[in-house]
């Protein structure tokens, strides 16, 4: 089945800087591939997603990158706030019911 | 919410009681989920619905049982089976069950065993 690792696991960077989150999957089927945020105590929101027939997709300071070959995914933040701190998640799927999730990556930016 | 609603938002369960959690979304959605997510850990499924009377089990549904009797409901039960109950639940609907279909999730309801 499915398999999808996140890397790292908690990220730290000063406010300004920018960070990247990466995902690998093992299922080369897998066409969708969402991320959502959590905020301590909240529920998970979509922020961004990819389809297999893109290779990136940006939206003001997210952008998400795609290689199918390697079959690993990223997440890029640029210009980092602390409000962006929070536990990011990937996921991979073929359809939704079949969504597998990584582990998270708690993100923490330095004033 | 934003269109999917949990509660309570915290439930506390005495040993050898079954508790249910609500989970009602008004967003038309055809497909609900339920995940268990433990401190520092990612998602993990316990069930899924793709339509009405109708569920599957998901990665760790020992323990656990659903109903889905509405479109819009779909309640979780914890039963005395489930040997460690305490975590964050959280339910989820999307428009189908189709790739690319974002899912709204609820607020959550953190269970406690006491």
């Known amino acids: 089945g499915e398999n999808v690792e996140q890397h790292p696991s908690t990220l730290s960077v000063q406010e300004g800087d920018s960070a990247v989150i990466k995902c690998t999957y093992s299922d080369s089927a897998s066409n969708y591939f969402p991320w959502y945020k959590q905020e301590l105590g909240k529920r998970p929101q979509l922020i961004i997603d990819?389809?297999?027939n893109v290779g990136e997709k940006k939206d003001q300071r997210i952008a998400v990158t795609l290689n199918k070959t390697a079959k690993h995914f990223s997440l890029h933040i640029t210009e980092t706030q602390p409000e962006d701190s929070a536990v990011y998640f990937c996921a991979a799927s073929k359809s939704n019911y079949q969504l597998i999730w990584g582990a998270g990556t708690k993100l923490i930016i330095k004033p | 919410d934003g269109g999917i609603t949990q509660s309570p938002k915290y439930l506390f369960r005495k040993e050898g009681q079954n508790v249910t959690l609500s989970c009602e979304q008004n967003l038309n959605h055809d497909a609900m989920y339920w995940y268990r997510q433990d401190p520092g850990q990612g998602l993990r499924l316990i069930y899924y619905s793709q339509i009405v009377n109708d569920f599957q089990k998901g990665d760790i549904a020992e323990g656990y049982s659903v109903s889905r009797e509405k479109k819009e409901s779909f309640p979780l039960t914890v039963t005395s089976a489930q040997k460690n109950p305490t975590a964050f639940y959280l339910c989820a609907s999307s428009i189908g069950t189709a790739p690319g279909y974002g899912y709204t999730f609820g607020s959550g309801t953190r269970l406690t065993v006491v």
């Open positions: 990819i389809r297999s």
